[in-house]
C-alpha cells in the first residue's frame, strides 16, 4: 500500500499537482484521441453520402455548384480564395470517394494514438474540402466547429513526432485558445436562446423539444414524458452549463474542473435524449483542455499515466513550437473580433463562419423550440390510379419516423444528411428545397444511389408508377398504447402531388435546373 502511494504521489509531482504549474501531456492524448474519433466518423459519412448528395449525378451535383460560384466570382482562383477545396483540382465521383477514404484512414491513425502536426493539417484541409462543397448538405454549425476544433489541434503536437506522448508538451496558449472556444459555443448557445424563444425563457422548451428535434433517439419519448417540473429543473441546467459554467473555464484550477465536468455532463445529456449528429461529441473535445493531469490521473489506467510521465520527465523545449503557438494565438485573437462582436449583439447570429478558412466561427443551436413536430413521407404507388384510393407505399427513413410502431434508432454521433435536411423541409415549402424534385425523378427510376439514402426500397423490383410527399404531424404515443405505438400522426396536407416519370412538368423542372437524367 505505501508503494502504491508513493507511485501516485510521484505521477502528482509531475502531472500537476495542486500547488503546482498545470501539466496537460494527458489532456493532449485524450482530446486527440477524441477528435480523432468524430474525423472517422465525419468522413465515414462522407463515404457512405457524398456521391449520392453531390457526386456528377447526386441531388446537388458539386461540378455546377463549383461553376456557379466561379461565375460569380469571375473564376476558378476566386472561387478557391472564397472557398478552398481540393476539388476545385477535380470533382468526379473517384476524387470524392479518394478524398473520404484517405480521411477515414489517416483518422484511424489518430485514434490508435499517433498524431503530428503534418497528419492534423491533412485531415483538417481535407475536411474543410468537403465542408465547403457540401453545400445545404454541409450547412451545420458542426461542420465549421469541426474545422475549428481540427486548426487548434494541429498546433497541439510537434511537426513530425507522432508519438502519443512527444518530446515536446503541448503549449499552454493552444490549450487556452481551446477553452476560448469552449467560452464561446457554450455561451452563444445560450444567448441564442434566451434571445431567440420565450419557452426558453419561461422554461418550457423541454416540454416540445425531444418531441420535434431533428431525429429523436431511443431515449428521446421517455425524456418528453417526464414530469413537467423535472423539464423544467433541465432549462435552469442548460442556463448552468450555457450561461455560467463558460465563465469560469478560465478560472483557478478548482473553478475550471468544475466548469469543464458541467460542460461535459450537460452534452451527455443531450447525447442520452436525441440524435445530434456528432455535435455534442465534438463540444466535449475543446471542454477537455478545462482539465489538467491531476484531474486525469485519477480516471485512467496507470500504465498510460507512467508514459505520460516518462514524457515529462524527459520533455524539452521547442522555442519553433513555442513561437508558432503564440503567432497563431495572436491570429486568432484578431479574427475573434467579430464573431465576439456578433456575440454579444442583438442580432446575434449562429453558425455563421467570418473568414475563408473557417478559423473562429459564432455558434449556436435551437435558438427556437418548435411545438408541433412535421414530417414530410415520399411514397410511391405501382397503380395507374394517383389518387388517395391507390396503394400508396412509403420510403422509410433511416432516423425520421415513418412507421408508428417504429422505436427512433440511434444514430449519433453518425448523420443522416437526407433525413436532417427532410426535417428543415417539412418547415417550408418544396420551392425552398427544389431538390426534392430531383430526388422524387430519381426515386421514379430506382436510382440506387438515392434510393441508398432510405432505410429500404418499397419497389425493390421495378419502379414506381408516381411518386408523392405527404406531410403529417407527429406526436409521441404515450407508453404502454395497446397497440404498442411509439408515435401517433395526423395528415396535414399533399407536400408535393403525385409525379410520374414522363410528367411533363417533371421533365421541364429537370431541364431548367440542369438535373436532366
Not at 14 to 38: E, I
Not at 354 to 380: I, M
Amino acid at each position: 500500500m505505501e508503494a502504491t502511494n508513493d507511485i501516485d504521489s510521484g505521477y502528482s509531482q509531475v502531472l500537476g499537482a495542486p500547488g503546482s504549474s498545470p501539466t496537460y501531456w494527458l489532456t493532449r492524448f485524450v482530446l486527440l484521441r477524441l477528435l480523432g474519433v468524430l474525423y472517422a466518423i465525419a468522413f465515414l459519412v462522407a463515404i457512405n453520402q457524398l456521391v449520392p448528395l453531390i457526386g456528377s449525378h447526386g441531388l446537388l451535383p458539386v461540378g455546377s455548384y463549383l461553376r456557379q460560384i466561379s461565375a460569380a466570382l469571375g473564376s476558378e482562383g476566386a472561387g478557391f480564395l472564397r472557398l478552398p477545396s481540393v476539388f476545385w483540382l477535380g470533382h468526379s465521383d473517384a476524387a470524392l470517394l479518394t478524398v473520404a477514404w484517405l480521411g477515414f484512414a489517416l483518422s484511424c491513425v489518430v485514434v490508435a494514438g499517433y498524431a503530428n502536426a503534418l497528419l492534423l493539417a491533412v485531415l483538417w484541409f481535407l475536411y474543410m474540402s468537403i465542408v465547403h462543397v457540401g453545400q445545404e448538405w454541409y450547412g451545420y454549425g458542426w461542420e465549421i466547429q469541426l474545422t475549428e476544433t481540427g486548426f487548434l489541434a494541429v498546433f497541439l503536437c510537434p511537426l513530425l513526432d507522432w508519438r502519443p506522448f512527444p518530446k515536446y508538451a503541448p503549449p499552454m496558449p493552444i490549450i487556452v485558445l481551446f477553452r476560448w472556444l469552449t467560452f464561446r459555443i457554450m455561451l452563444g448557445a445560450g444567448l441564442i436562446k434566451v434571445r431567440g424563444d420565450e419557452v426558453w425563457r419561461n422554461s418550457t422548451a423541454l416540454y416540445y423539444h425531444f418531441e420535434t428535434q431533428p431525429i429523436p433517439g431511443p431515449l428521446s419519448r421517455w425524456f418528453h414524458f417526464l414530469p413537467r417540473t423535472v423539464l423544467q429543473v433541465g432549462v435552469w441546467f442548460n442556463w448552468l452549463a450555457e450561461l455560467a459554467a463558460p465563465f469560469f473555464v478560465f478560472g483557478p484550477r478548482f473553478a475550471r474542473h468544475l466548469a469543464g465536468v458541467i460542460i461535459v455532463l450537460f452534452q451527455l445529456n443531450i447525447i442520452l435524449s436525441g440524435n445530434l449528429s456528432f455535435l455534442n461529441w465534438l463540444t466535449i473535445v475543446p471542454a477537455l483542455a478545462c482539465f489538467d493531469d491531476n484531474f486525469w490521473v485519477r480516471l485512467l489506467p496507470r500504465q498510460l499515466v507512467r508514459k505520460a510521465q516518462a514524457a515529462a520527465d524527459r520533455a524539452e523545449t521547442s522555442k519553433p513550437m513555442q513561437t508558432t503557438a503564440w503567432v497563431v494565438t495572436a491570429i486568432i485573437g484578431l479574427l475573434s473580433v467579430q464573431p465576439t462582436l456578433n456575440m454579444v449583439s442583438p442580432g446575434q447570429i449562429m453558425n455563421t463562419s467570418f473568414d475563408p478558412l473557417d478559423l473562429v466561427n459564432t455558434y449556436g443551436a435551437f435558438g427556437s423550440v418548435g411545438k408541433e413536430r412535421w414530417n414530410v413521407v415520399f411514397e410511391g404507388t405501382a397503380d395507374e390510379d394517383s389518387t388517395d384510393q391507390a396503394n400508396w407505399q412509403p420510403y422509410i427513413y433511416k432516423g425520421l419516423p415513418v412507421l408508428l410502431n417504429q422505436r427512433p434508432p440511434q444514430v449519433a454521433p453518425y448523420q443522416l444528411r437526407l433525413d436532417w435536411q427532410m426535417w428543415f423541409a417539412a418547415m417550408a415549402t418544396p420551392a425552398e428545397y427544389p431538390w426534392t424534385i430531383n430526388l422524387v425523378s430519381k426515386l421514379l427510376h430506382n436510382d440506387p444511389a438515392a434510393v441508398s439514402l432510405f432505410a429500404r426500397n418499397p419497389f425493390p423490383n421495378q419502379p414506381p408508377r408516381y411518386v408523392r410527399a405527404v406531410r403529417y404531424r407527429y406526436m409521441f404515443a404515450p407508453p404502454g398504447t395497446p397497440q404498442g405505438l411509439y408515435w401517433q400522426r395526423q395528415r396535414v396536407d399533399l407536400w408535393l402531388p403525385p409525379l410520374s416519370a414522363n410528367d411533363p412538368r417533371l421533365i421541364e423542372f429537370l431541364k431548367s435546373a440542369g438535373w436532366a437524367p
